[in-house]
């Protein structure tokens, strides 16, 4: 809803104002630290979802949550696409309907 999304957005850059060194990680089987706290991406539209990654990333969080069925992947993209992606994390989840042989 827009009275969600426009609460969350300004409480990325006070929860994760501190440096992405303080965040608890994950060691991955490559030996690279993945951070476990990812901002998600459910519930905001393109402009806010990108928006939020954007402000987030400012603030030190560089894990991105988002999935096919947020419909706001073109947000998130436009974002990654300014960044160096050796330096992102980017989860996501597909639906299972995506994977069948014909039509959902």
Same mark, same amino acid.
């Given at each position: 809803?827009?009275?969600?999304?426009?609460?969350?957005?300004?409480?990325?850059?006070?929860?994760?104002?501190?440096?992405?060194?303080?965040?608890?990680?994950?060691?991955?089987? &490559?030996?690279?630290?993945?951070?476990?706290? +990812?901002?998600g991406t459910g519930g905001y539209d393109n402009e806010?979802?990108?928006?939020?990654?954007?402000? +987030?990333?400012?603030?030190?969080? &560089?894990?991105?949550?988002? +999935?096919?069925?947020?419909? &706001?992947?073109?947000?998130?993209?436009?974002?990654?696409?300014g960044l160096n992606r050796s330096e992102v994390f980017?989860?996501?989840?597909?639906?299972?309907?995506?994977?069948?042989?014909?039509?959902?």
């Amino acid at each position: 809803t827009p009275l969600m999304a426009s609460f969350r957005l300004p409480l990325v850059a006070t929860l994760w104002s501190a440096s992405a060194a303080a965040l608890p990680t994950l060691r991955l089987r &490559n030996g690279v630290e993945m951070p476990v706290i +990812a901002l998600g991406t459910g519930g905001y539209d393109n402009e806010t979802a990108g928006a939020a990654f954007a402000t +987030a990333f400012k603030a030190g969080l &560089n894990h991105v949550h988002t +999935a096919y069925d947020y419909y &706001n992947l073109p947000g998130v993209g436009q974002v990654l696409r300014g960044l160096n992606r050796s330096e992102v994390f980017v989860s996501g989840m597909t639906s299972p309907c995506k994977h069948t042989a014909g039509p959902p």
